[in-house]
């Protein structure tokens, strides 16, 4: 529930080197409202931006628009960087995954009756020791807009138009060392085995 332009203030310096586009997703920030945005609109936004060349960064569910990004456009991908990619879907096959997904399924599935922003926000971080974000009129927004999104952790990715493609690629992980150990243990490590498993099936 965060946007471009907050996620990447700590890349600003390599504005001095190159020209940054921080892609806020629509219904986020000042990005026109959407009905129902996700990472197939996003793949949209990302190629319209592309133009005749770019080094593409995506971090956790915005990977997901960025990999459908460049499997339509190869041709103008100078690198592609994931960093914790969040489409879980694609490892499924892992065990520590397939776990998590059938967790993060069920939570969402328990949330039967309609939610406000406000409250969605406080589901989404209430029992792991996570700080209370401030409630600000973009917050909630952003909350509105990802509430209304199809879930990233079942996007379908395409992992072999990938490897195909001859661009430099590189996947980062965390460590999750300091996360709530209740939190590590429902999306963190699975989080680590998707992005080893991402890594290994596009030659990253």
């Given at each position: 529930m965060?946007?471009?332009?907050?996620?990447f203030?700590?890349?600003?310096?390599?504005a001095?080197?190159?020209?940054?586009?921080?892609?806020?997703?629509?219904?986020?920030?000042?990005?026109?409202?959407?009905?129902?945005?996700?990472?197939?609109?996003?793949?949209?936004?990302?190629?319209?931006?592309?133009?005749?060349?770019?080094?593409?960064?995506?971090?956790?569910?915005?990977?997901?628009?960025?990999?459908?990004?460049?499997?339509?456009?190869?041709?103008?991908?100078?690198?592609?960087?994931?960093?914790?990619?969040?489409?879980?879907?694609?490892?499924?096959?892992?065990?520590?995954?397939?776990?998590?997904?059938?967790r993060?399924?069920?939570?969402?599935?328990?949330?039967?009756?309609?939610?406000?922003?406000?409250?969605?926000?406080?589901?989404?971080?209430?029992?792991?020791?996570?700080?209370?974000?401030?409630?600000?009129?973009?917050?909630?927004?952003?909350?509105?807009?990802?509430?209304?999104?199809?879930?990233?952790?079942?996007?379908?990715?395409p992992?072999?138009?990938l490897?195909?493609?001859?661009?430099?690629?590189?996947?980062?992980?965390?460590?999750?060392?300091?996360?709530?150990?209740?939190?590590?243990?429902?999306?963190?490590?699975?989080?680590?085995?998707?992005?080893?498993?991402?890594?290994?099936?596009?030659?990253?």
């Amino acid at each position: 529930m965060s946007w471009g332009a907050d996620c990447f203030h700590g890349q600003r310096l390599l504005a001095e080197h190159f020209r940054l586009e921080l892609m806020d997703r629509r219904g986020f920030r000042d990005s026109p409202d959407i009905e129902r945005s996700d990472y197939e609109v996003d793949a949209d936004d990302i190629v319209a931006l592309l133009g005749t060349g770019a080094h593409l960064v995506g971090h956790s569910s915005g990977a997901a628009g960025v990999v459908i990004a460049a499997a339509r456009r190869p041709e103008v991908v100078h690198s592609l960087t994931l960093i914790e990619p969040s489409a879980l879907h694609v490892a499924e096959e892992h065990p520590a995954v397939a776990e998590a997904l059938g967790r993060i399924r069920a939570a969402c599935g328990e949330r039967r009756e309609p939610m406000s922003p406000e409250e969605y926000l406080r589901y989404s971080t209430e029992g792991y020791d996570l700080p209370s974000p401030e409630s600000t009129p973009h917050l909630l927004r952003a909350a509105a807009s990802g509430m209304a999104e199809r879930p990233v952790w079942d996007a379908k990715i395409p992992l072999t138009a990938l490897a195909r493609a001859d661009f430099p690629k590189l996947v980062v992980n965390g460590t999750w060392e300091t996360a709530h150990a209740e939190y590590r243990a429902f999306i963190g490590e699975a989080m680590m085995s998707c992005g080893e498993f991402t890594a290994d099936r596009i030659g990253a």
